[in-house]
């Protein structure tokens, strides 16, 4: 790992190779997922000034790219893995009635009926599948940490400030507030797309941990600073670092480490509401603090 003094003598985005991976199983990569050329400011109003996004064009990954992306899943490194599964059928199949406001009334018409035509079975189902078949931690009311998310088509990112409603740009979840030095113990999230059309998870192919180690000495580092900003600080002084683009096919989820890397999700190309269901792990280990 080279650690930077100053800006000028910060290196090329090539000399920090990714380690975080992508778990994609019965498929290869082709088709799957790009690279952008970087991220960069974004112009909207409707961000953070602070907010950096991916930028184009979109590309298809480098043969080095597929080499350390594409890898088996180990337990032993959840903790930078991004899994894509398919969870049983009828989970997705519970949410017809939900898909058919959204393709008929758009997006105001499909936010009004969330609460309503959620099936209040379903997100204990997906607990358990999310439980029992890929070894979430979960157990009792999952639903207080999930439920049903509904995003306008046409999003390069959908990530919004819980009270001020402005778009947060890539960043790291913080939900459960683990310090930066346990981040790889931080609980897991998966996300089920149960909209009709795909929608785009991004991720940065580094841990927050990594690249803590990577800016720390960087004009503008504190150790106050949260790992959001410590991602905008790496990504604002090495710019041509990319971002992935993952595609997540309808019925499908992805488990990925939200707490652990900066990431966010996308609508970009879709012309339908955006619905997705997410649960985050209620049960982990002791987490130092």
């Not at 597929?66 to 959840?78: N, V």
């Not at 819980?162 to 890539?170: A, D």
């Not at 949260?226 to 600080?233: A, H, K, N, V, Y």
Request: proline share 8%; hydrophobic share 35%; glycine share 10%.
């Amino acid at each position: 790992m080279k650690t930077m003094a100053t800006p000028e003598k910060w290196p090329e985005a090539a000399d920090y190779e990714s380690d975080v991976v992508v778990n994609l199983p019965g498929a290869g990569l082709n088709g799957r997922i790009q690279r952008s050329c970087g991220t960069e400011i974004a112009s909207s109003h409707d961000y953070y000034a602070e907010a950096r996004v991916p930028s184009g064009p979109w590309g298809e990954l480098t043969p080095k790219d597929r080499s350390i992306l594409l890898k088996g899943y180990s337990p032993e490194r959840r903790a930078r893995t991004i899994r894509i599964v398919r969870p049983p059928d009828f989970i997705f199949d519970s949410f017809e009635e939900l898909r058919t406001i959204a393709d008929a009334k758009g997006f105001d018409g499909v936010l009004q009926s969330v609460s309503a035509k959620t099936p209040a079975q379903s997100l204990r189902h997906f607990a358990e599948c999310a439980r029992d078949l890929y070894g979430l931690g979960l157990s009792g009311n999952a639903g207080v940490l999930g439920g049903v998310r509904v995003n306008p088509a046409g999003l390069r990112t959908v990530t919004t400030h819980p009270t001020q409603g402005r778009f947060v740009g890539m960043h790291v979840d913080n939900w459960s507030m683990v310090p930066l030095r346990s981040r790889h113990l931080a609980p897991i999230r998966i996300c089920l797309n149960i909209g009709s059309e795909p929608r785009y998870f991004l991720f940065v192919g580094l841990t927050i941990q990594r690249i803590a180690d990577t800016v720390r000495g960087l004009p503008g580092f504190r150790s106050t600073l949260g790992c959001t900003d410590i991602g905008r600080l790496f990504l604002s002084h090495c710019p041509s670092y990319a971002v992935f683009r993952l595609k997540l096919m309808p019925g499908e989820a992805y488990i990925a480490p939200t707490e652990a890397i900066i990431h966010d999700g996308s609508t970009e190309s879709a012309v339908a509401p955006d619905l997705s269901l997410s649960i985050r792990e209620n049960m982990y280990g002791p987490i130092p603090r």
